[in-house]
């Protein structure tokens, strides 16, 4: 049995603690907030029987083996750190950190101290995700030339007040970018080699539409997103043989797989 922690006591916590209550291995015993009222209301809406006011109170608990940060993406760095140096695993929202220095600086601590670090970046575990790769990996559709995705929804700046606050870390890529961003290459099994981006900033400043260019180690790759304007979030990935369609690329259970006459001669779900 693997015993979660969990800081943070805000919707997605409510979300990984339900896929918890759907696991065998898995069991969360408490969770903790910085305001000792919210994680008291949290834990008995959950009917959890253990909460903290404050993350330094969770993380002596000797029982809790791993830490899910539920936190917003400003403190993923700073929480990261305090789990390890408590000796922790952690599993932490995406987006991780907020910059190439602060995700070196948590990678070389987990392995210097032997500890389980991972973005808690759940698409990849869907089963058409698994398909998808299996379907490339096969040579379903030969070489892979080019990869698409788009992702975005209009989003409400008073009950998504976060995404539109630098001080948080919002930002359409942050938030929803880094499905496709995250998603594609590991598809592929490519590392991500040169970037080009292109974005409009709305007027906190962060991001709303991004546009990235990418070139892999083998093929190219475009993605947009957007928290202003509302996108298909679909994917597709084109190789010399056929190609693939995945409707809804962070979730969603379906994908087709298409020969070069564009007939369909697979589709999962």
């Known amino acids: 049995m693997i015993y979660f922690g969990i800081i943070g006591a805000g919707d997605i916590a409510r979300k990984f603690l339900d896929a918890v209550r759907q696991t065998e291995e898995g069991e969360v015993l408490a969770i903790a907030s910085r305001d000792i009222n919210r994680a008291r209301e949290w834990a008995k809406?959950?009917?959890?029987?253990?909460?903290?006011?404050?993350y330094e109170e969770l993380l002596a608990n000797p029982q809790i083996d791993v830490v899910y940060i539920a936190t917003t993406t400003n403190a993923h760095y700073k929480n990261i750190l305090q789990c390890l140096h408590a000796r922790k695993h952690v599993l932490c929202e995406k987006s991780l950190v907020c910059t190439y220095e602060?995700?070196?600086e948590v990678c070389t601590l987990a392995k210097e101290?032997?500890?389980?670090?991972?973005?808690?970046?759940?698409?990849?575990?869907?089963?058409?995700?698994?398909?998808?790769?299996?379907?490339?990996?096969?040579?379903?559709?030969?070489?892979?030339?080019?990869?698409?995705?788009?992702i975005g929804w209009k989003a409400d700046d008073v009950y998504?007040?976060?995404?539109?606050?630098?001080?948080?870390?919002?930002?359409?890529?942050?938030?929803?970018?880094?499905?496709?961003?995250?998603?594609?290459?590991?598809?592929?099994?490519q590392k991500i080699m040169e970037l080009q981006s292109l974005m409009k900033r709305c007027y906190t400043g962060i991001d709303d539409i991004c546009s990235l260019n990418l070139k892999l180690e083998d093929c190219f790759a475009n993605i947009q997103c957007s928290f202003t304007t509302k996108l298909s979030e679909d994917a597709y990935i084109y190789g010399e043989d056929g190609y693939i369609?995945?409707?809804?690329?962070?979730?969603?259970?379906?994908?087709?797989?298409?020969?070069h006459e564009d007939k369909i001669t697979e589709h999962f779900e």
């Open 102 to 104: 602060q995700a070196k």
């Open 245 to 259: 369609r995945i409707p809804k690329i962070h979730y969603g259970n379906q994908a087709f797989l298409y020969n």
């Open 160 to 189: 998504n007040k976060r995404l539109f606050l630098p001080e948080l870390g919002g930002g359409s890529l942050y938030d929803i970018g880094i499905y496709p961003l995250e998603l594609l290459p590991y598809l592929v099994d």
């Open 45 to 54: 809406k959950e009917h959890l029987e253990t909460c903290y006011g404050s």
């Open 113 to 150: 101290k032997n500890l389980f670090l991972m973005e808690a970046m759940w698409s990849r575990f869907l089963p058409k995700t698994t398909t998808v790769r299996n379907w490339i990996a096969n040579g379903r559709i030969g070489k892979v030339n080019l990869m698409q995705a788009t």
